[in-house]
């Protein structure tokens, strides 16, 4: 009976993390460039009361085993996309395809993100394009510095600045990075929207020229990719398994108590 105390208490304790992530999810269904988490399970140690054995023809065909339970095994990131917002902010932007923007923070740290709601950073008179955060956001000659006197800031979709002064002429500044990865699920989230790359996703690759990374769209934010509805059902799902848990729980003491209170 003890064993069964302990199945479901390991069930009770999967179904709470599950609730976490789903949590999680609907919390952040309006972060921009946010991506859905799924949690994922696996079985415990079998214990084998009685193993098959078939002897010319004849016998047990089949092992009795009983399992011990589940635990987490992971938690898996999704990266399909999010609808695209219309903001008509010529700082923010999105990408129509699995690429990433790059920025590096304030210790030479490299960051990837799906937020493209950019700021413009001002020291004296230049202007560089960064995160909500301060980031500096990447181009192929490393901080994307719009300069002074800019009056409008273009985007086309390869990610290539062009700015037009206030004299209104035009100036190509930088294109900005795309990255991809081979395994994005791998990707280490570190909060505020950004990733960092791990072994599990390998190294950044830069498909701002062959295009493979997709479309900057400026103007556009990418928005979360969580549906409420899904996610409503899975919450409903995860508590009432936790709820037969703690019944088996419940029974399982039960059946204790009846077996201490058996009189001769």
Not at 142 to 147: A, Q, R, V, W, Y
């Amino acid at each position: 009976m003890m064993r069964a105390l302990w199945t479901a208490s390991t069930g009770m304790n999967a179904q709470q993390l599950y609730v976490d992530t789903i949590s999680n999810n609907i919390a952040n269904v309006n972060t921009v460039g946010y991506k859905k988490n799924r949690m994922e399970f696996k079985d415990l140690l079998y214990e084998t009361l009685e193993r098959g054995l078939v002897k010319d023809g004849q016998g047990k065909p089949v092992n009795l085993q009983v399992g011990h339970g589940v635990k987490v095994s992971a938690t898996t990131k999704f990266f399909t996309p999010g609808s695209m917002e219309i903001t008509s902010n010529p700082y923010d932007m999105a990408i129509d395809g699995p690429g990433f923007f790059k920025a590096v923070g304030p210790n030479g740290e490299e960051f990837y993100t799906k937020d493209g709601s950019f700021k413009i950073s001002v020291d004296g008179e230049n202007m560089k394009l960064v995160t909500a955060d301060g980031y500096f956001v990447q181009g192929s000659n490393g901080d994307i510095d719009l300069g002074s006197d800019v009056k409008d800031v273009i985007i086309d979709e390869s990610g290539l600045v062009t700015v037009r002064r206030t004299d209104d002429t035009l100036e190509e500044i930088d294109t900005m990075i795309i990255a991809t990865f081979v395994n994005p699920a791998g990707l280490e989230s570190v909060g505020k929207n950004l990733y960092k790359t791990s072994l599990a996703s390998g190294e950044a690759f830069d498909a701002s020229e062959d295009g493979s990374g997709g479309a900057v769209l400026q103007g556009y934010l990418e928005t979360s990719n969580v549906q409420v509805v899904e996610e409503m059902v899975k919450l409903i799902q995860a508590q009432r398994a936790y709820e037969i848990n703690s019944k088996s729980i419940q029974t399982a003491d039960e059946m204790l108590g009846m077996a201490n209170n058996l009189r001769r």
